[in-house]
């Protein structure tokens, strides 16, 4: 099983920037793909960013050039640099990882999200 934990989350000015960083711990066969989705309040989950183990990356259309996805395979740990932020950026960050237990096992597995705050 595969355990996610969030941290770097806060409240921030418009304008401003976070890092937000996942870390994984458990046991895998493969980790595939990490990402990053958030909801905000009343709002449903969205996809936010996305890497591969090869660093494929995927943005929605609201964060492209302004946040960037990373990630330190030997770590296991993805990070989510935010720049530019904007309220409506205000969410609950969930960090979301694809992963194999077996060659024909494919799961996936929920960090417990992290709250991120824009306002002035």
């Known amino acids: 099983q595969v355990q996610l934990v969030e941290s770097g989350g806060g409240s921030v000015q418009p304008g401003g920037s976070l890092r937000l960083s996942c870390a994984a711990s458990g046991s895998w066969l493969s980790i595939l793909t990490m990402g990053w989705f958030r909801q905000g309040p009343g709002k449903q989950r969205d996809l936010v960013a996305t890497i591969t183990t090869a660093n494929t990356t995927n943005y929605a259309d609201s964060v492209k050039g302004r946040f960037t996805i990373s990630r330190d395979n030997a770590q296991n740990t993805v990070y989510l640099q935010m720049a530019g932020l904007k309220p409506e950026d205000t969410a609950v960050y969930y960090c979301?990882?694809?992963?194999?237990?077996?060659?024909?096992?494919?799961?996936?597995?929920w960090g417990q999200g992290t709250q991120v705050t824009v306002s002035s």
């Open positions: 979301n990882a694809l992963w194999k237990a077996t060659m024909t096992s494919l799961r996936t597995s």
